[in-house]
């Protein structure tokens, strides 16, 4: 049960935090893996002519260049703060949400089997799933914490708990109409993690659990999904299923990941990297660009600072100054969790192939600007804690 713990003192004092008050231990690993992402980048797509028009360094200048308007992004949502963001919640949901049926309408483009993205000229796209994700959170978290945070209840009723999974599941079923199982994961996630935080009763994720298996079944029962996406789960449960076909990316990317042994075969010196052996290196897989070159101590160090941001964006919502801070840190943390372990793990093989990036690593603007808007929202909790000063 979530208690209030923020004065009106405080929502005064704490009103505009100073940068001083940033956690460098949530920004650091953020940051790094940044970094790191560009480098495989790099070499996931330096001989790749026919991806870069004959530029080696064409992907690698895009994902700086997607990381600085991250960075700008997540500056923008930290100075503004998560409590004036609430009031524009709907707003954004409902900007996602007309995103989600543009890229639906005739202005969307199919990426291996999914209607997900918006052309936008100059080679440029988007995925508004991306921002619905950010949106769900923000506007659960309004749902869910407006009369907890003025001190009338002391965990959300059961109405407001029914209007926020309403909230959630427009979205969810615009984006199965893609169809993108993916992001209906991370989404669902995002609500178990929401819920959770919330100190809703317990009956509700019951029945959110039932409603997932409904569903489940739904997508099965009317076909909506893609015989490309069903061949996946197939290549899923049985490794040996159209190993020269669907089952060909996972294949080569535990090829390239056990090639790397210990200490990885270099940076730019992976075989199967350079030679180009594994298909969407540069967003799906590039996870296996660090076990071949980086080897396992690389790839540890990057599970590593996964696990530090979480630990601090955890500490983080335990603790916020309100139930509104509470919730947007658990759904950020459980979106960053999920959809890290889901991209690690069907480059390993131990998860289905899902079509999702690796948060921060992979190549992509629309999902570099929105995890870098999550971390915004962390620092924005983290910043206007009152004990803030004095946390480590």
């Known amino acids: 049960m979530f208690t209030p713990r923020r004065s009106i003192t405080r929502q005064i004092v704490q009103r505009d935090a100073p940068v001083r008050r940033l ?58 703060g998560h409590r004036r963001i609430r009031a524009f919640s709907p707003i954004v ?13 005739p202005l969307g483009s199919t990426v291996n089997g999914a209607r997900a993205w918006i052309q936008i000229g100059g080679g440029f796209s988007l995925q508004p799933a991306e921002l619905v994700k950010i949106g769900i959170i923000l506007c659960m978290g309004m749902i869910l914490s407006e009369r907890v945070d003025t001190g009338d209840l002391a965990r959300p009723g059961d109405k407001a708990v029914f209007w926020a999974l309403v909230v959630a599941a427009l979205p969810m079923a615009v984006i199965m109409l893609m169809p993108d199982m993916g992001s209906v994961m991370v989404i669902a996630m995002i609500v178990l993690c929401v819920l959770l935080a919330s100190g809703a009763r317990a009956r509700w994720m019951v029945l959110m659990f039932a409603l997932a298996g409904a569903g489940a079944a739904a997508v099965v029962h009317f076909g909506l999904l893609s015989e490309y996406q069903i061949d996946r789960f197939r290549a899923f449960a049985d490794p040996s299923f159209d190993p020269g076909g669907v089952g060909y990316n996972t294949a080569m990317a535990r090829l390239a990941i056990g090639s790397g042994g210990l200490t990885g075969q270099g940076l730019f010196q992976g075989e199967q990297t350079s030679g180009s052996y594994v298909p969407e290196q540069q967003t799906d897989f590039v996870f296996s660009v660090a076990g071949e070159e980086l080897g396992f101590v690389g790839s540890a160090v990057i599970i590593g600072l996964f696990a530090l941001l979480l630990w601090r964006g955890i500490r983080i919502a335990l603790h916020a100054d309100d139930l509104f801070g509470t919730i947007v840190a658990a759904g950020v943390v459980g979106w960053f969790a999920f959809q890290a372990f889901e991209n690690m793990g069907m480059n390993l093989g131990i998860m289905p192939v899902a079509g999702l990036p690796l948060p921060f690593v992979s190549y992509g603007g629309s999902s570099m600007f929105a995890v870098w808007m999550g971390i915004g929202l962390l620092q924005s909790v983290h910043m206007r804690h009152a004990g803030a000063f004095k946390s480590a």
């Open 23 to 80: 956690d460098w231990l949530l920004l650091g690993p953020a940051l790094v893996l940044s970094g790191v992402g560009s480098l495989l980048v790099w070499s996931a797509t330096r001989n790749r002519r026919g991806l870069t028009g004959g530029d080696p360094q064409f992907f690698f200048k895009r994902h700086l260049l997607n990381l600085v308007i991250g960075l700008v992004l997540a500056t923008a949502v930290a100075i503004i």
């Open 93 to 105: 949901a409902i900007v996602a949400l007309f995103g989600l049926f543009a890229a639906l309408s």
